[in-house]
């Protein structure tokens, strides 16, 4: 299982007021299953702690979500499957943000499916099997 940006962010949401939301709920289900992070989704989530307003607190806190689960990085398939993936949706005019193929290909390429509040981008990749909560 890869994790979206938005799982990650609500699990740092959830961490920080102390409740068992549905992200946490999520996870805990998924039992002793494999989770991880894609490379790309730990982009998303630099970004979003350098510009917040507590910028080292919100790194620290990031660096404590990925350092329990094992980061997946672009292999020498990658750029074919993103290629494949990115001309299918311009072929079927559903085009989806860069960042939400990438993380999405990063989910392909592992043969995982993608866990993710939202959805609706995600579930326009062929291919890809989509979860949500």
Do not use: N, W
Request: hydrophobic fraction near 40%; proline fraction near 6%; glycine fraction near 8%.
């Amino acid at each position: 299982m890869i994790l979206d940006t938005s799982v990650c962010a609500d699990l740092l949401r959830e961490q920080a007021a102390g409740s068992d939301g549905p992200a946490t709920r999520r996870l805990a289900a998924l039992g002793e299953a494999r989770v991880r992070l894609s490379v790309f989704t730990l982009c998303e989530l630099e970004a979003g702690a350098a510009s917040s307003a507590g910028p080292r607190r919100e790194r620290e806190r990031v660096r404590l979500l990925a350092a329990r689960r094992s980061v997946v990085c672009p292999d020498e398939r990658y750029a074919r499957l993103y290629g494949e993936a990115k001309s299918a949706l311009k072929k079927a005019g559903t085009p989806v943000p860069v960042m939400d193929l990438l993380i999405g290909v990063s989910a392909l390429q592992a043969g995982e499916p993608l866990l993710t509040r939202d959805p609706e981008h995600f579930s326009k990749i062929p291919g890809l099997a989509v979860e949500s909560y």
